[in-house]
């Protein structure tokens, strides 16, 4: 069985674009198949804003990949996929449909994280229109939310919060300071958990795949206009958390009490970007969501809480509906 530090890169070309191709890996059971059963179908999982598939927490990955396929791809433009970045979330999953089809993955659970949850949702909601044949078994979504519609209820980061997160998630480099405000509380706990998670992001080495090991997206850049992954990823936020963002096939707002499949919405109890009342008003608009709030906890969660969300999503992807 393939781990997260030892899984091949796999290439799929694209034969509609001169441009693009999909880089992907399997991460568990090598096989993958379209039978949509509680353990077989792979569970396809979204990074967040600049990430890539080297740069995921092993811990999280592998636990996850005990029972089923999971699925890691880089966004087109990204990592080691090539072709023009997305510039809206909706743009972003229908490259995620054509590449389902091309891959012969006609029914996937979709697990979306930060920016990954944006798109997680279009994924789902756009699937029956997109023309691919791939259906989405059951979604979730971690540290997300629906469209900042005018008085829905979704809320943005405070002020003060706001103005620190371009800084710190934008700029040439990452450091573990901009991470551990980013993404973990601020106190001991918090800061162990980011430790403990920045130690585990160097297991998936050169030496332990065979493969070199890609930084995070526009990592060092010396010039904004090089910066073109990180401003397709921006401009997919900001379309997203616009009215205009909010309509058709870029919105969830207007359309997640039409999602009839179970959904899973989770969060830490205090995300620095994305305010944790966020997850309870998004599940509200959804028949079958289910929400889970981790204690002490912020925009990571899944990473401090590695092993026991993995159970949990588990759990939320066998039970009976």
């Not at 959904?263 to 079958?288: E, W």
Request: hydrophobic letters at 40%.
């Amino acid at each position: 069985m393939s781990t997260y530090q030892t899984a091949k890169t796999q290439y799929l070309k694209d034969p509609d674009s001169e441009t693009t191709t999909y880089a992907y890996r399997i991460i568990g059971p090598l096989s993958h198949t379209t039978n949509p059963s509680n353990n077989s179908t792979p569970l396809l999982f979204l990074p967040h804003f600049r990430g890539v598939m080297d740069l995921i927490d092993p811990l999280l990955i592998n636990s996850l990949a005990t029972t089923r396929p999971v699925l890691l791809i880089d966004y087109v433009g990204t990592g080691k996929s090539t072709g023009k970045v997305a510039s809206t979330a909706g743009e972003s999953a229908s490259q995620i449909h054509r590449f389902l089809k091309l891959a012969g993955f006609a029914v996937v659970d979709v697990l979306g994280f930060s920016v990954g949850s944006r798109i997680a949702q279009l994924v789902a909601l756009n699937a029956k229109d997109s023309g691919t044949g791939v259906a989405v078994r059951r979604l979730v979504v971690a540290g997300g939310t629906a469209n900042p519609v005018e008085g829905n209820g979704i809320q943005r980061p405070r002020a003060e919060r706001a103005e620190r997160i371009p800084e710190l998630a934008a700029g040439p480099e990452i450091p573990f300071e901009a991470f551990y405000t980013l993404f973990f509380r601020p106190d001991e706990v918090g800061r162990k958990a980011c430790e403990q998670w920045w130690d585990r992001l160097g297991e998936r080495s050169e030496e332990s795949s065979g493969e070199p090991v890609s930084r995070w997206v526009d990592e060092g850049y010396k010039a904004w206009d090089e910066a073109a992954g990180i401003q397709g990823q921006a401009t997919q936020l900001s379309a997203f958390d616009s009215v205009e963002g909010s309509q058709g096939n870029e919105g969830s707002w207007e359309r997640l009490p039409s999602l009839d499949i179970p959904v899973l919405v989770a969060n830490g109890s205090d995300d620095y970007m994305v305010p944790t009342i966020n997850t309870f008003v998004t599940a509200q608009r959804i028949p079958k969501a289910k929400a889970i709030i981790y204690p002490n906890s912020g925009h990571a969660f899944l990473y401090q809480y590695a092993e026991e969300f993995a159970a949990d999503v588990d759990r939320f992807l066998t039970a009976a509906v």
